[in-house]
């Protein structure tokens, strides 16, 4: 079974951008995306809302995840079997790492999924994320590649989902896909 992973910023503060002028795009390496430099990842916690810090930590940026390095540890071989890329953001509190899953699969039910379009026909804004019936793969960690929206939504297998609830972890909320 897969699962979306979303960020809840609704009961985990959120960490915003602080000078950092890096985008989705730029991370998960898509079209016209910059070169990242680390040096300029800079971000705070948003301080105007009083809410516990989760151990994944919500912020502005699609199809990645933030966390402590001890988080991401937890996982090992879960977030290793793939293709990602990881960076590291400095916060006016600690130090994150950024985890960038960079398997793309092909996948998403555009017949089943709810979801609003472009005029030109890209995704912008899914509603109800389904995966065509049959899919499987052996990552546990990709995002979809069947249209430039499906980028930008994590989604995890069921090892993935376990470690994070037998490890009591916050900062996400599950959809079965």
Request: glycine residues 8%.
């Amino acid at each position: 079974m897969y699962w979306r992973a979303e960020q809840d910023s609704r009961n985990y503060s959120i960490l915003v951008d602080d000078g950092n002028d890096y985008g989705s795009q730029d991370f998960l390496e898509m079209e016209g995306a910059r070169k990242i430099d680390q040096r300029k990842l800079s971000f705070r916690f948003d301080d105007e809302r009083a809410l516990p810090v989760g151990d994944f930590v919500p912020t502005s940026q699609l199809g990645v995840l933030f966390a402590k390095r001890e988080i991401f540890d937890l996982f090992g071989h879960v977030i290793s079997r793939g293709k990602h890329t990881s960076y590291t953001a400095r916060t006016d509190k600690y130090d994150l790492e950024i985890y960038v899953p960079m398997e793309e699969i092909g996948g998403f039910d555009f017949a089943r999924s709810s979801y609003e379009t472009f005029d030109d026909g890209d995704i912008y804004r899914i509603h109800d994320l389904k995966v065509i019936n049959g899919f499987k793969t052996s990552f546990d960690v990709f995002r979809l590649n069947d249209n430039f929206g499906t980028r930008f939504h994590i989604i995890v297998s069921d090892n993935f989902k376990n470690i994070y609830d037998s490890e009591r972890l916050t900062g996400l909320r599950f959809t079965r896909v």
